[in-house]
């Protein structure tokens, strides 16, 4: 059983920076590979980034590429996402995802535990 927590949200002005963490219960936590994911009012759940469990390798959903950085620290069983030069359509709950094993890492049905989200409102 893993427990997840986000924290970090909060109002931001376009081109500003946040820096999201997501603290992990548990002594299993370097198995996992972890994922953030965003949804927006009356939209679905989209995958933002993820890093794998082993040698932390990323990836990214194009639409932030470039602008945010996802990163782990094992020891602190804590997974971050740092976003820079944020864009209103950035906007929404941020939600911090684990799963086990391989597959689809950007398919949210494939997450095993999630965080209760925080709120990333950028202001225009």
């Known amino acids: 059983q893993v427990q997840l927590v986000e924290s970090g949200g909060g109002l931001v002005q376009a081109g500003g920076s946040l820096r999201l963490s997501c603290a992990a219960s548990?002594?299993?936590?370097?198995?996992?590979?972890m994922g953030w994911f965003r949804q927006a009012p009356g939209k679905e759940r989209e995958f933002v980034a993820a890093?794998?469990?082993?040698?932390?390798?990323?990836y990214y959903a194009d639409s932030v590429k470039g602008r945010f950085s996802i990163s782990r620290d094992n020891f602190k069983n804590t997974v971050y996402l740092q976003m820079n030069s944020l864009k209103p359509e950035d906007t929404a709950v941020y939600y911090c995802?684990?799963?086990?094993?391989?597959?689809?890492?950007?398919?949210?049905?494939?997450?095993?535990?999630w965080g209760q989200g925080t709120q990333v409102t950028v202001s225009s």
């Open positions: 995802g684990a799963r086990l094993g391989v597959g689809s890492i950007m398919n949210s049905d494939e997450y095993k535990y």
């Open positions: 548990g002594r299993t936590f370097s198995t996992y590979v």
């Open positions: 890093i794998s469990s082993s040698i932390g390798i990323t």
